[in-house]
């Protein structure tokens, strides 16, 4: 399958990696290519430069957004979820029509520092706005709820940890599911949440996540959801 990823940071590269190495054909959208691979400093989470991962990733090509539209035939969300319908935006709706967009990205503010708060929560989601801003594309919130190498190797964390899923199209959630299973997670671990204001649920829940994840001094953690028989 042809799949862009949005975002070049470390979530993009990580889904974009493993996602490769499963045989997609992946590419890694940007808004200005030779902008992104001439920088030479970590980002502002330490990430090293894109070109020394690039180096290192040669079968995951770096291209603008329109081209990287042109190209997908599913999309992955890993953008900054404060800005994310930017990126979007420039992908453009004629292009992201009657696609699956599988939305991994969190509308964090990080302004106080940590745990960061939401830039959207309790009536509104990130997951809902996409759905808003691009009506004729198949929105699928997943992945959200974990940290980026837990999303493509659940065998990080032992036991039967959970993973949510939401949306409004059942062959969408389909879909994502699919590329759910080709990472690991199998469909007994998977929860569906329901229609696309189930992303409500999940983006809340980082506010714990990331608290705990201080706490704990790791972000390779997860919850398991039991239910009584």
């Known amino acids: 399958m042809n799949i862009t990823v949005i975002g070049t940071g470390m979530v993009g590269r990580t889904l974009a990696a493993r996602l490769a190495g499963l045989g997609h054909q992946v590419v890694i959208a940007t808004r200005n290519v030779s902008a992104t691979m001439s920088r030479t400093e970590p980002d502002a989470m330490g990430t090293p430069p894109y070109a020394q991962w690039a180096a290192e990733h040669p079968e995951v090509r770096l291209l603008p957004h329109a ?8 999309f992955i969300n890993a953008s900054n979820g404060a800005n994310s319908l930017r990126p979007l935006d420039l992908i ?7 696609k699956v ?12 520092g940590m745990p960061p708060t939401l830039t959207v929560a309790n009536t509104d989601s990130l ?12 929105v ?77 001094g790791t972000f390779d953690l997860n919850i398991e959801v039991h239910r009584a028989n």
């Open 140 to 216: 699928v919130k997943t992945l959200n709820t974990v940290f980026c190498e837990v999303m493509v190797n659940p065998e990080r964390i032992p036991g039967n940890h959970t993973l949510f899923i939401a949306g409004d199209d059942a062959e969408a959630k389909q879909t994502a599911r699919e590329i759910l299973h080709s990472f690991g997670w199998p469909e007994a671990r998977i929860i569906d949440l329901g229609g696309i204001t189930g992303a409500r649920g999940s983006e809340m829940y980082m506010r714990l996540y990331f608290q705990l994840a201080q706490l704990l």
């Open 101 to 112: 967009l599988i939305d991994a990205a969190l509308p964090l503010d990080l302004s106080e």
């Open 127 to 138: 997951g809902e706005q996409i759905q808003r801003a691009f009506p004729e594309t198949k």
């Open 67 to 74: 081209e990287a539209g042109d190209f997908a035939e599913l």
């Open 92 to 98: 453009g709706r004629e292009r992201m029509a009657g």
